[in-house]
């Protein structure tokens, strides 16, 4: 698929509802009655793939085989609510790649708890066989540099545990932000949820409230915008500073407050010359991206706490020709490809040449080498499709393959892009 950039964007996103949120309420709200999966009191859920998975398992009253597909976030949250159903078997399947995602961390530690789960391939990955049962709870220590969708989905079913949960995370904590987003979101249905200290969480036994929820808007597609405006402003071959009056990008349903750790993208884009505007218009948070006027020379940023962030962030930096040493990337191996390997070789194909080290860093001095323009390779993973698209700013056009794969987390992404002027062509 060829994207063809527009002079100037003037577009008001109404952004997809927040797939983070979305995965957690679904969660809870089921625990909430247990066998009733009415979700009619949730508002605004995410119509993305790794949503959609778990709203058709609950749909099919939670079938014997369920294939969650390339949903991480699906995988994970269903493992842990499969396991204390009691009098349940299920087998827990995906894609070939999520056969390869390890998932040992989280099954050694619900079976600590009382839990019943086989392998049925290899060691320490999918696909599951689950057996649920009520689960005790007490302790449970995990390591913190892992996913914190291990951690999230541990906590999630501890206030139905028989004794509650007290949960130590060892070591440095990865993703921290998402594991206080579970919490809050634990707390708004009742539970009795808190760090007792920094590496310490307790979780009552006591259960969930069945309540309405309306979910919020989705700050990490929200960063794709941001670093449109950024190349609108500042990323064209023409001038240093782009920006002329032309260019409008307003966000729709965005919270100042907002709970998700993904919304710092704006403090980091503050450094990348946009800005953001906050206000309520007819009851509706929105923000409106507008030019900072300075920026950074050179950027260097510890991703740990936010890593589905990293690719916008490595690709908006070369396009801006602000060079880089970004930390705290472990994580980034074992998402939905190797995202270290295939920024390296996707930043090539545009002229950049960029260095990873100790499989945690991303570095780039500025490098340059000779663009070959060949189409973007996504490997299956929508953060690849999302956050080079908007190169088309900077080159005129590029081209992506299997553009599809927005549909994980964006199913309009594209649709969007059209709205807001860009020309796609489907080939």
């Given at each position: 698929?060829?994207?063809?950039?527009?002079?100037?964007?003037?577009?008001?996103?109404?952004?997809?509802?927040?797939?983070?949120?979305?995965?957690?309420?679904?969660?809870?709200?089921?625990?909430?009655?247990?066998?009733?999966?009415?979700?009619?009191?949730?508002?605004?859920?995410?119509?993305?793939?790794?949503?959609?998975?778990?709203?058709?398992?609950?749909?099919?009253?939670?079938?014997?085989?369920?294939?969650?597909?390339?949903?991480?976030?699906?995988?994970?949250?269903?493992?842990?609510?499969?396991?204390?159903?009691?009098?349940?078997?299920?087998?827990?399947?995906?894609?070939?790649?999520?056969?390869?995602?390890?998932?040992?961390?989280?099954?050694?530690?619900?079976?600590?708890?009382?839990?019943?789960?086989?392998?049925?391939?290899?060691?320490?990955?999918?696909?599951?066989?689950?057996?649920?049962?009520?689960?005790?709870?007490?302790?449970?220590?995990?390591?913190?540099?892992?996913?914190?969708?291990?951690?999230?989905?541990?906590?999630?079913?501890?206030?139905v545990m028989e004794k509650g949960l007290k949960l130590r995370v060892s070591g440095k904590i990865f993703s921290r932000p998402y594991i206080d987003l579970t919490l809050s979101v634990m707390q708004d249905f009742g539970a009795v949820a808190r760090w007792h200290d920094n590496d310490d969480i307790t979780?009552?036994?006591?259960?969930?409230?069945?309540?309405?929820?309306?979910?919020?808007?989705?700050?990490?597609?929200?960063?794709?915008?941001?670093?449109?405006?950024?190349?609108?402003?500042?990323?064209?071959?023409?001038?240093?500073?782009?920006?002329?009056?032309?260019?409008?990008?307003?966000?729709?349903?965005?919270?100042?407050?907002?709970?998700?750790?993904?919304?710092?993208?704006?403090?980091?884009?503050?450094?990348?010359?946009?800005?953001?505007?906050?206000?309520?218009?007819?009851?509706?948070?929105?923000?409106?991206?507008?030019?900072?006027?300075?920026?950074?020379?050179?950027?260097?940023?510890?991703?740990?706490?936010?890593?589905?962030?990293?690719?916008?962030?490595?690709?908006?930096?070369?396009?801006?020709?602000?060079?880089?040493?970004?930390?705290?990337?472990?994580?980034?191996?074992?998402?939905?490809?190797?995202?270290?390997?295939?920024?390296?070789?996707?930043?090539?194909?545009?002229?950049?040449?960029?260095?990873?080290?100790?499989g945690s860093e991303l570095i780039w001095t500025g490098e340059n080498c000779e663009p070959t323009f060949e189409p973007i390779d996504t490997y299956e993973d929508h953060r690849m499709a999302m956050s080079f698209a908007p190169?088309?700013?900077?080159?005129?056009?590029?081209?992506?393959?299997?553009?599809?794969?927005?549909?994980?987390?964006?199913?309009?992404?594209?649709?969007?892009?059209?709205?807001?002027?860009?020309?796609?062509?489907?080939?």
């Open positions: 698929m060829i994207i063809f950039a527009p002079n100037d964007i003037n577009y008001d996103v109404n952004l997809p509802a927040s797939k983070s949120v979305s995965n957690r309420v679904l969660i809870v709200s089921a625990l909430s009655r247990q066998d009733d999966f009415n979700f009619d009191g949730v508002m605004n859920l995410a119509t993305c793939d790794d949503t959609r998975v778990v709203r058709e398992a609950f749909a099919s009253s939670l079938p014997y085989e369920i294939n969650i597909g390339a949903a991480g976030t699906a995988m994970r949250f269903m493992t842990a609510l499969l396991a204390q159903r009691d009098g349940e078997e299920h087998v827990l399947t995906g894609t070939e790649r999520m056969r390869h995602r390890p998932i040992k961390v989280l099954v050694e530690a619900l079976r600590s708890v009382g839990a019943d789960i086989e392998y049925l391939g290899e060691e320490g990955f999918p696909p599951l066989k689950i057996r649920g049962r009520k689960l005790v709870g007490g302790s449970v220590e995990v390591p913190g540099n892992v996913s914190s969708q291990y951690i999230s989905a541990l906590l999630m079913i501890a206030p979780i009552e036994a006591g259960g969930y409230k069945n309540i309405d929820y309306t979910v919020e808007n989705d700050w990490s597609a929200a960063s794709y915008w941001y670093e449109m405006a950024a190349l609108c402003y500042y990323g064209r071959p023409s001038s240093d500073f782009h920006f002329n009056g032309d260019t409008s990008i307003v966000l729709k349903g965005l919270m100042d407050s907002s709970r998700q750790g993904d919304s710092s993208i704006r403090y980091l884009f503050s450094l990348l010359g946009v800005k953001s505007v906050f206000k309520s218009k007819r009851g509706i948070s929105e923000v409106s991206l507008k030019p900072a006027i300075t920026k950074v020379s050179k950027m260097e940023y510890n991703f740990a706490n936010i890593p589905d962030m990293a690719q916008t962030l490595a690709v908006t930096c070369c396009a801006l020709g602000i060079p880089f040493h970004f930390t705290g990337l472990d994580s980034l191996k074992i998402k939905e490809t190797d995202r270290i390997e295939a920024l390296k070789t996707e930043l090539r194909k545009v002229g950049f040449v960029i260095e990873d080290r100790n190169l088309a700013l900077k080159f005129g056009k590029i081209d992506i393959n299997n553009p599809e794969v927005v549909s994980k987390s964006y199913p309009n992404f594209w649709e969007d892009l059209k709205a807001a002027g860009f020309v796609i062509n489907n080939q």
